[in-house]
């Protein structure tokens, strides 16, 4: 029996409490929040589950095996710091901190302490991106020529991060897990429209070894919700539209031949083929998540998204919150 604490139980910290608490051999031992009303609701739910307002009390207790960390971004590295050292493993939601010391800091005292360090992001394990990313390594699409990304909505309005840092590193971290690359270049632009100096439009440019492209475009102020990737090929073209019920995935058998123009009797040809839907075991996302790390603490493997993932992703974050602010491209080193 694994027995676990969530920290945190505010915006995503219920979803993570439902997800945990429904999993065979997962012992809820507490959650832990400064909010004691908001907590006490949560908590009247799970009768099993005890509250605490003191972190220390979790740390102290040695039947905790792990502790997971759904707490705003600034509080992460203190709390996940202090849990390593404890000898607790730890899943903390995305992103693993604000400054790249502290994420370097958690990773030396993961390894130090032996404890498993896995990072929140969910993209990585939604079936459609196992799928896509096994279609891209195959050369189904062919070679890879874009990916494209957005992620639009009405709300919801955030006053401690700006866009970026709440809806980019989901796009970040999936793109460079579909192309198993690090970005060279990052290039951002965005608006803040509603509250002074925090942006709630904004446009990513990630130039990728290869002459790949990434374009992420995430803001709070769109008409509709999407969700969707689109990664074009020299092959063919793929849509991952995660607002629809199923058929999540569509394969698109069209490309334009690469082709030096001659005359314009000789143009490069556009091929447009059928549409084919592969098959995909659709689960939920955070399902799949949470069962990882739970697998990854009874074996003591290497998350997929472990803290030098959750490190890569944030230097690109910290480079788009620089080119932002400085209205220029920002190279990776």
């Excluded at 031992?29 to 739910?45: E, H, T, V």
């Excluded at 334009?256 to 447009?272: A, C, G, M």
């Excluded at 998204?305 to 602010?325: F, H, P, T, Y």
């Amino acid at each position: 029996m694994i027995k676990i604490a969530l920290v945190g139980i505010g915006y995503w910290g219920p979803n993570l409490l439902r997800t945990f608490i429904s999993l065979p051999g997962i012992d809820v031992r507490f959650i832990c929040d400064k909010n004691k009303q908001l907590a006490a609701k949560i908590g009247f739910s799970y009768p099993t589950v005890d509250f605490s307002t003191d972190y220390n009390q979790i740390l102290a207790d040695k039947d905790i095996d792990a502790i997971v960390i759904s707490t705003p971004g600034v509080t992460h590295y203190a709390i996940a710091k202090a849990a390593l050292t404890a000898g607790k493993d730890v899943f903390v939601e995305k992103p693993i901190t604000l400054k790249l010391k502290e994420a370097e800091n958690l990773l030396k005292a993961a390894q130090k302490n032996k404890r498993i360090l896995m990072v929140g992001h969910l993209l990585e394990y939604h079936p459609v991106t196992v799928k896509l990313k096994a279609l891209i390594e195959k050369k189904t699409l062919g070679d890879v020529y874009y990916i494209e990304s957005r992620r639009l909505n009405l709300g919801k309005i955030r006053r401690e991060e700006n866009v970026i840092w709440s809806l980019a590193t989901h796009d970040i971290a999936m793109m460079m897990f579909l192309l198993g690359k690090t970005p060279i270049s990052v290039e951002a632009n965005g608006g803040s429209y509603i509250q002074k100096r925090v942006e709630d439009l904004a446009f990513i440019t990630l130039q990728f070894p290869g002459n790949i492209l990434g374009h992420i475009s995430v803001n709070w102020l769109s008409p509709r919700k999407i969700r969707e990737i689109t990664v074009v090929g020299s092959k063919k073209m793929a849509i991952f539209d995660d607002m629809v019920h199923d058929e999540k995935l569509k394969i698109w058998n069209q490309y334009q031949e690469k082709k030096r123009f001659v005359d314009y009797s000789h143009l490069p040809k556009l091929k447009f083929g059928s549409i084919s839907i592969p098959r995909v075991k659709l689960e939920e996302p955070l399902k799949l998540e949470c069962e990882h790390f739970i697998e990854c603490v009874k074996s003591r493997k290497q998350p997929r998204s472990d803290g030098s993932d959750g490190l890569r992703v944030l230097k690109i974050l910290m480079a788009a919150q620089e080119s932002l602010e400085k209205r220029r491209v920002v190279k990776i080193v």
